[in-house]
């Protein structure tokens, strides 16, 4: 296998495609939305937030989708007051975003500069779903973090993954959907996976639905997690659990443990980067394999899954400078973004 350079984006954060549209739109950190067609860097950008956005560390513009039917373009940011915003835009019949036309569809208040999340998607249900970290620092510093901070609230967005319909309703900029695991009560109607510290990265498996996340760890061990389709209501155990090792006393009901887990330590790794299942054709012997990398040692692995655990963890022999996230195209093939180098595209030797 190598990896294929596609194109230079300054800063890359995101990648997402867009029905009916054979470009590859990507989010660069700064606070623009880029399109690259034909392996050509379209110079025009697709949406400029600059103006919007504080970026810098793990601020920035984070995570894009489209929606279903291609015609909604949604962006998560971090505004100049260091909210986290997931903003709407129709696309116009050049490729590019309307500006004028946007809308907040959810704000989400961040008392700390870092563990901002940023991954939104659309599930194979249609619902759109959105990362977010558990309000940074160290530790979680939630309200009654020595009881589990924010992850272990229900009573907060933050250190969840959130499903919303993004349609309005009422004085809000989206509606509850009804099959939500607390959209009856216990705890906040938007949750949908709780108890994360930073979710870099999620990703459904086009296959099966399953939902794929990449945790980053506090100090030591960073996780993969496996939820199974349509399953919510998950508890991944932050901070009462990094990992499957305990992080501090307290309580984490029904915790679900990670299907993988590496040290920093063992592997020189300190923040991992989520990615996806692979369902392309172009790469026959990944089929069915989770893969995924670090920020630091930039390592691209493959993992297998049996059941509720890691069965094979292979070295792909891949490398990418500073990895920050993975991406599909239409077809199923997968790239990597690295920030220090642009877009690649992973390929048969």
């Known amino acids: 296998m190598k990896l294929t350079k596609v194109a230079a984006v300054e800063q890359g954060t995101a990648l997402a495609v867009r029905r009916g549209d054979r470009a590859l739109y990507m989010a660069e950190q700064a606070g623009r939305v880029r399109a690259v067609r034909g392996g050509v860097l379209a110079p025009r950008p697709v949406l400029d937030l600059t103006d919007r956005i504080a970026a810098g560390g793990e601020r920035g513009l984070l995570g894009l989708a489209f929606s279903p039917d291609g015609k909604l373009l949604y962006v998560d940011y971090t505004g100049t007051d260091g909210n986290t915003r997931v903003d709407e835009y129709p696309m116009r019949a050049d490729g590019t975003a309307d500006p004028a036309r946007g809308r907040t569809v959810i704000e989400v208040t961040q008392p700390q500069p870092n563990h901002n999340g940023g991954e939104i998607a659309f599930g194979p249900d249609g619902h759109l779903?959105?990362?977010?970290?558990?309000?940074?620092a160290a530790g979680d510093q939630g309200p009654g973090h020595a009881a589990g901070g924010n992850g272990q609230s229900l009573t907060t967005l933050l250190g969840k993954i959130l499903r919303i319909d993004p349609?309005?309703?009422?004085?809000r900029g989206y509606s509850i959907p009804s099959g939500n695991p607390f959209a009856s009560g216990g705890g906040r109607p938007e949750i949908w996976a709780y108890g994360?510290?930073?979710?870099?990265?999620?990703?459904?498996?086009?296959?099966?639905?399953?939902?794929?996340?990449?945790d980053v760890g506090q100090n030591e061990w960073e996780e993969i997690d496996h939820l199974p389709a349509g399953e919510g209501g998950a508890n991944l155990g932050w901070n009462v659990f990094e990992g499957t090792h305990r992080y501090r006393d307290g309580d984490a009901p029904g915790a679900v443990p990670p299907v993988y887990e590496y040290s920093h330590s063992a592997t020189g790794g300190c923040s991992v980067t989520g990615g996806y299942v692979y369902r392309g054709r172009a790469v026959d012997h990944l089929a069915?394999?989770?893969?995924?990398?670090?920020?630091?040692?930039?390592?691209?692995?493959?993992?297998?899954?049996?059941?509720?655990?890691?069965?094979?963890?292979?070295?792909?022999?891949?490398?990418?400078?500073?990895?920050?996230?993975?991406?599909e195209d239409a077809s199923g093939e997968l790239y990597v973004i690295s920030q220090a180098d642009g877009l690649y595209r992973i390929d048969p030797a």
Request: hydrophobic fraction near 40%.
């Open 129 to 136: 779903y959105i990362g977010l970290g558990d309000g940074g």
């Open 288 to 327: 069915g394999a989770y893969l995924f990398s670090d920020y630091c040692h930039g390592e691209i692995h493959a993992l297998a899954v049996r059941g509720d655990r890691a069965v094979e963890v292979r070295d792909l022999g891949l490398k990418a400078a500073r990895p920050s996230a993975f991406g």
């Open 167 to 171: 349609r309005p309703s009422g004085r």
């Open 196 to 214: 994360l510290r930073n979710p870099w990265r999620f990703g459904f498996d086009r296959a099966t639905g399953d939902l794929w996340i990449g």
